[in-house]
């Protein structure tokens, strides 16, 4: 009866528009205080407890580095790159879209960073080149989701330090993942642009080619530095994220990009997202410490076990469950709402917690470009002006990618744990 009450508390809060971290907070709150043997110290160290790790550290750090690229011209340089290579095929710009979307996610880690980025730069410059409005808005939503599922994922350090898991393990499982969404994306755009012959640039020459790859080169660099200083053991993730913020710092004062105001602008939007996102972080630990007081994760092993003994059914219930979240909740507080009970309940199936992760994180991505909540519509709406069901309809034919994409994590395991059992990980 308590968790029901909980839960109802939870949804009633969510509908009513009650910012998450307090939708979270406010049922905890009154379930301490409501509990004679428990005291509001113990509320306070749940709360301090889910904030007071050194993985979560890597969140404010990746968020610093995904701004800094974005005002540093390091999307421009990747941009020209990918126009000079591959500019000359039929529907070039979708394949550019996809391509700097895949480069600039190994700095930025969140969709949201990726999609205010693409849509500054490329949906004004495909509608320009003669690309509609829609399919250059629904390529860059769909590409936008790549950031997430590579290094420096957001979303996987939440997931690893609520699931206990390694977060260089999740780092490596997200890999392969993405290069399945990236090539389903490419597929999607040769299907939709073949018989457009219009949607043509001039060859480039070698010269220009070479010119603006070497320009693109620091910028790729970032990736180097954090995935080779994890991959050798130079340093963890997290000392990743402050060794990829140092060397961004430093391309942009070399490409003179960035101001004092700029700078000022960039860690106040850190500062703000951060905030938002460690505050979820901290109420949620005190949300999961009650639910687990309350046996939740018993409670729906047991639920489950009861429809089915069968691993696949609950993939596919599992995936059921994670689409209809997503497109009320953000991906964070989704997955630390839902993680602590999903989790133990995937392990009496015999299902590993890092092929969970993926799965999570990928189901929840889709959410950001769904209704109503979609976060990603509504960036890519602001920065282009565009209206919101004009995003949608154009991000619809982008949908069977990504169930494509969805289809592989879940079923096919060894497209997620494949690359970290092979480096190590596992």
Known sequence: MTLLLMLIGLLLLLALRVPVSFALLIPSLVYVVSDPALSMGTAVQQTVSGVDSFAILAVPMFILLGNLANV????????????????????????????????????????????????????????????????????????????????????????????????????????VPALVLVT????????????????????????????????????????????????????????????GVVYILVLALVYKALTWRKMYRTLLTTVETSGSVLLIVAAAALFGWVLAREQAPQVAANLILDLTNQPIVFLILVNVLLLIVGCVLEPTAAILILVPVLAPVAETFGIDPIHLGIMVIFNLLIGLITPPVGLVLFVLSSVTKASVPTVIKGILPFFAPMVVTLLVITFLPVMTLGLPTVLGFL
């Open 72 to 175: 540093s011209g390091v999307t421009d340089k990747l941009y020209d790159a990918a126009v000079a290579a591959i500019g000359h095929l039929r529907g070039s710009l979708g394949y550019v879209n996809v391509a700097t979307s895949f480069g600039f996610s190994w700095m930025s880690g969140a969709a949201i960073a990726d999609a205010a980025a693409m849509g500054r730069v490329q949906v004004p410059a495909m509608v320009r080149r003669g690309y509609t409005p829609e399919f250059a808005l629904g390529v860059t939503g769909a590409s936008s989701l790549i950031a997430p599922m590579i290094p420096p994922s957001i979303p996987a350090i939440i997931y690893a330090v609520t699931a206990g898991v390694s977060v260089g393990a999740l780092f490596m499982a997200g890999i």
């Open 184 to 243: 389903a994306l490419c597929v999607t755009v040769w299907f939709l642009t073949r018989k457009q012959e219009q949607l043509r640039l001039p060859r480039s020459t070698w010269g220009t080619r070479g010119r603006t790859a070497v320009a693109a080169l620091p910028a790729l660099g970032s990736a180097v530095v954090i995935l080779g200083g994890i991959l050798s053991g130079i340093f963890t993730p997290t000392e990743a994220s402050g060794i």
